[in-house]
């Protein structure tokens, strides 16, 4: 089976639901592979907040950045728009700006 990808609309999905949220209007959505990555700063060294992993057609898993660069698994597993919601709800310290 092939491996499954974000697409497009996903991108814009999350960020249409970025803009509705003024708090988060400094983050950006980044397609990579089957995964949107949530990040700011410049563009040349983005920092990651969180990221959504496509884990079959309708569900996505939540993942987060370690100090190390690497990705930590939650347990979030749910359709996009409910895994971003859980994010902004869950974990809203990973989503403030760095000063």
């Avoid at 209007?25 to 949530?38: E, F, K, S, Y």
């Avoid at 990651?48 to 990705?71: C, I, K, N």
């Avoid at 809203?92 to 000063?99: D, E, F, H, R, V």
Wanted: aromatic share 6%.
């Amino acid at each position: 089976m092939p491996k499954l990808s974000a697409d497009e609309i996903h991108a814009e999905t999350i960020e249409r639901l970025l803009r509705e949220n003024r708090a988060l209007a400094h983050i950006r959505v980044r397609r990579r592979g089957d995964t949107l990555v949530l990040e700011s700063g410049p563009t040349d060294d983005p920092l990651p907040h969180a990221r959504l992993r496509r884990a079959t057609l309708q569900w996505w898993t939540l993942e987060m950045p370690t100090h190390t660069g690497r990705w930590e698994s939650t347990p979030t597993r749910a359709p996009l728009q409910q895994a971003f919601a859980t994010l902004v709800a869950q974990y809203p310290w990973a989503l403030t700006p760095i000063a």
